[in-house]
């Protein structure tokens, strides 16, 4: 019997590692098939995984790992107990996965299919889709209010006066000193250049007017290039959201392609494979017969002209 501790630690190993390759989800489905004696450990990985939410894609993998899980084990041959915790747990799965109103179209997708498949009662997935729906409102509604707010603070920040704002500006850098003349009238026009000096005589001279009270580096003016740790963070931060979509973008053009490939795909047997064409196929009426007797024509044009190029 294998250690239970590394099992649980190969199949957490697994899910954090999917992606969207189908053989990815059918080698771990095969796995908690294969140590099926540990079907509720390995269970409680899965929901794990998806409540600890590190990554929105990785929780959309094993949203479709799920798809691919139950398949396997409804067959013969599979571990029914595993259909029966995802059936009991898939709304505790749906709320970790559609966290915050992100991957509602995969949840949908997957629901729809596992519905479709009898897997989910239809009174199930209903209720599902009700939830789902009230997330991509309530998300709407968020991102609505943040536009408006930046609406609002640009509006603001634009409806301020230049003379004001360089009064203020004036007035903060030269009110930790001593009084060094009369206060600038709200009219008077201030440039860049002698706010940027004002702003680097105050921080280096300190309060007290002394040059080695101020600590440059504690306190960075506009020449030193202050804030540039954040922008490096936030530059950090921006990367890796952009490999994270990336990322996205190609499991998304990958599923795409398995799924019209499976529109494609038929059964192997050409009887069925005759049945449903036929089906499928429109009546024949006067037209074909028409075609039909056109082509046959031709036909036999063509037999007579061979015969005669051979009787030569």
């Not at 269970?43 to 929105?56: A, D, F, K, P, T």
């Not at 894609?57 to 259909?83: S, T």
């Not at 408006?148 to 360089?166: L, P, Q, V």
């Not at 105050?202 to 506009?222: F, L, N, W």
Request: hydrophobic share 35%; glycine share 12%.
């Amino acid at each position: 019997m294998a250690d239970p501790f590394e099992v649980r630690m190969r199949f957490t190993n697994l899910l954090t590692h999917l992606s969207a390759s189908a053989t990815a989800s059918i080698k771990t489905a095969h796995f908690a098939l294969k140590h099926r004696d540990m079907d509720e450990d390995l269970h409680s990985c899965i929901l794990e995984n998806l409540e600890r939410g590190y990554n929105m894609n990785n929780r959309a993998n094993i949203m479709y790992f799920l798809e691919h899980h139950a398949d396997l084990n409804v067959r013969e041959g599979g571990h029914e107990p595993y259909v029966e915790m995802v059936r009991r747990d898939i709304v505790r799965i749906v709320d970790a996965v559609a966290q915050s109103g992100a991957n509602v179209k995969v949840v949908r997708r997957v629901v729809a299919g596992l519905g479709e498949k009898g897997l989910l009662v239809p009174d199930v997935v209903a209720g599902i889709e009700g939830g789902l729906k009230e997330k991509e409102e309530k998300l709407g509604r968020l991102l609505g209010g943040d536009e408006e707010e930046e609406g609002k603070e640009g509006a603001a920040e634009s409806g301020g006066g230049g003379s004001e704002r360089a009064s203020a500006t004036v007035g903060a850098v030269s009110g930790g000193g001593a009084a060094v003349g009369p206060p600038v009238p709200a009219s008077a026009s201030v440039s860049r250049s002698q706010i940027d000096g004002d702003a680097m005589d105050a921080s280096t001279t300190g309060p007290g007017g002394d040059g080695a009270a101020g600590d440059t580096s504690a306190r960075p003016t506009p020449r030193t290039g202050a804030g540039q740790s954040g922008k490096a963070a936030s530059s950090g931060v921006s990367k890796v959201d952009k490999r994270a979509i990336e990322q996205r973008i190609e499991e998304d053009r990958e599923r795409n392609k398995r799924l019209r490939e499976s529109v494609w795909a038929v059964a192997g047997d050409d009887e069925q494979e005759l049945n449903k064409m036929w089906e499928e196929s429109t009546r024949i009426g006067r037209d074909e017969h028409v075609i039909a007797d056109e082509e046959a024509d031709e036909r036999r044009q063509f037999v007579r002209y061979r015969q005669a190029l051979l009787g030569r």
